[in-house]
């Protein structure tokens, strides 16, 4: 598999989200470990970014104290700069803010050598996921490996917000509950290749999914 990075970001901590996001109802829906503490996730739904965009304005409101970056930052692919982000947070927090530093890879199979990864919805209809450079263009060395997440083009992650139904939680959990961490996210590589083939089975409208990693950047 070959890798990229292709973005940093910086997500909210526990405290300010989790109690309004992950309810026992939306756990049981959505989490094969309802159990686990935190659910993290490439997936600003599931985890969501400190950062908005005001061609976002509907979803910024589900976050009220979030700091706005301009649309045309990194050509609306916020944010590719790692120093240019921390500074932007460092800038704009509150007073104490706690936001997690972020990278994220996306993996495949084809070369990820240039600016697109090409792909097809359906027959006849092609699409392109659309890569930017990273700069730098590896996670610091410090970094921490939090899991691996399975999520289509646009990140909607197929592991934590494409709710389940009770029939697929009886047969599902007993199978992946042992590879899934402690941040709800997917322990090996190998893992997520395999659950990226059953999410392309079992939402068929969110296909191809794509395998991700999320680091943790050092403070």
């Given amino acids: 598999m070959n890798q990229r990075l292709i ?23 959505f989490l094969l470990r309802p159990d686990i503490e935190w659910p993290l996730s490439v997936d600003s739904l599931v985890w ?21 970056v301009a649309p045309e930052t990194d050509d609306g692919k916020y944010w590719l700069n790692l120093e240019q ?19 994220i890879h996306v993996f495949s199979e084809n070369s990820l050598t240039g600016d697109v990864i090409p792909y097809t919805i359906k027959p006849g209809i092609a699409c392109a996921m659309i890569l930017g450079n990273t700069v730098p263009s590896e996670c610091p060395a410090d970094s921490e ?3 691996y997440d399975v999520a289509d083009a646009s990140r909607i992650s197929g592991l934590s917000n494409c709710g389940y139904t009770p029939d697929e939680l009886e047969q599902l959990r007993p199978l992946w509950v042992p590879r899934i961490n402690g941040f ?14 059953l ?7 969110h296909s191809p999914f794509w ?9």
């Fill in 211 to 219: 395998v991700y990693d999320i680091w943790r950047l050092p403070p």
């Fill in 145 to 147: 490996l939090l899991g």
């Fill in 48 to 68: 969501p970014s400190v950062f908005f965009s005001r061609i976002f304005a509907d979803v910024a409101e589900l976050q009220r104290g979030s700091i706005e």
């Fill in 184 to 197: 709800g996210l997917l322990t090996t590589l190998q893992d997520a290749v395999e659950f990226r083939e």
């Fill in 85 to 103: 982000m921390k500074s932007h947070y460092e800038a704009h927090k509150k007073s104490g803010g706690r936001g997690v530093g972020v990278g």
């Fill in 7 to 29: 973005q940093f970001d910086v997500r909210l901590h526990k405290a300010d989200y989790l109690d309004a996001y992950w309810d026992n109802k939306q756990r049981d829906s």
């Fill in 199 to 205: 999410c392309d089975t079992r939402v068929p409208e």
